[in-house]
């Protein structure tokens, strides 16, 4: 069993080039977008969705079958066509560069694989069965979705402010741990919840921090 390591990637302004246009190649560029890639898309075929995205210039579209040289200067690649021996031959050739390939039909022949994606602003929750069952790991994800609600985005937003702010302000090492450790107790969540949360300002941050900076 491939023990795969979960990492976070800055792709945001990176070439990805995505071998197949159909919808599970539409379902990678999608999230490709969403992560502010440069997605190239060589397939002669193309969904409707991925097609109006050509058109709106979102991204770049070859419009014939994979050939030998295609995945040079890519970050990433993606092979997603339906004819698995094209898509051995991309994964073959980006590995022989060195770069990562996710092969969407024999996931073994790649060295990435792409987890199920919950995302509540600031946090991220990738779900992997390490490929054993792909729709479960989709299941899962929609499982979680009904746990972590929507309260996360504001949530991890005010802890974003809080934390930049104890960062700006406090010089001690000692202080920020302790100001970042009572922060992470506070009833934040459960307010938001409720909807008795009120937005602090720079103000109200300030003053909670010179009142609990001291042990
Ligand atoms: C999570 C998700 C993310 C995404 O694709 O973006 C994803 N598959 C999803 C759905 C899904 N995939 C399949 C079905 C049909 C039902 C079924 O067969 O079970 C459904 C259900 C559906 O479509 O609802 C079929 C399938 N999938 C793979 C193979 C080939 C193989 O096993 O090698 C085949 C058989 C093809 C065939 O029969 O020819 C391979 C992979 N699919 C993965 C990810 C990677 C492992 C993730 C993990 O578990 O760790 C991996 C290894 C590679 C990769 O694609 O990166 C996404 C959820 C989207 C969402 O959340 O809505
Ligand atoms: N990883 C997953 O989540 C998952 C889910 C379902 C299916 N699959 C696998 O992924 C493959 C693609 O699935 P799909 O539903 O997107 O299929 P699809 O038939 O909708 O699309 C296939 C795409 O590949 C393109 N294509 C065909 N030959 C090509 C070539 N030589 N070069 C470049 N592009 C080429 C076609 O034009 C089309 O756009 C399936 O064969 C299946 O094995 C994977």
Do not use: C
């Not at 993606?78 to 698995?84: E, P």
Request: hydrophobic residues 45%.
């Amino acid at each position: 069993m491939a023990g795969y390591l979960p990492v976070m990637l800055d792709v945001s302004g990176q070439k990805i080039v995505v071998i197949g246009g159909g919808t599970v190649a539409e379902r990678k560029v999608q999230s490709l977008l969403e992560a502010g890639a440069v997605v190239t898309v060589i397939s002669p075929g193309l969904t409707a969705v991925l097609s109006g995205l050509a058109g709106e210039g979102r991204i770049q579209w070859i419009s014939r079958a994979y050939e030998s040289g295609d995945v040079r200067g890519a970050f990433l690649v993606y092979a997603a066509s339906s004819d698995h021996a094209v898509n051995e031959a991309a994964a073959a050739e980006a590995k022989a560069l060195g770069l990562p390939v996710n092969v969407a039909s024999h996931a073994e022949a790649g060295n990435f694989i792409t987890p199920g994606v919950l995302r509540r602003g600031r946090l991220t929750v990738a779900v992997s069965t390490s490929g054993a069952g792909p729709s479960a790991a989709a299941e899962i994800t929609a499982q979680l979705a009904e746990v972590l609600g929507e309260e996360y985005e504001p949530y991890l937003d005010f802890l974003h402010m809080m934390r930049s702010e104890i960062k700006r302000q406090e010089a001690s090492a000692e202080v920020r741990r302790r100001l970042l450790h009572r922060l992470g107790q506070l009833d934040v969540l459960n307010q938001l919840r409720q909807g008795t949360f009120i937005q602090w300002t720079p103000e109200t941050a300030r003053a909670w921090i010179t009142a609990n900076r001291e042990e």
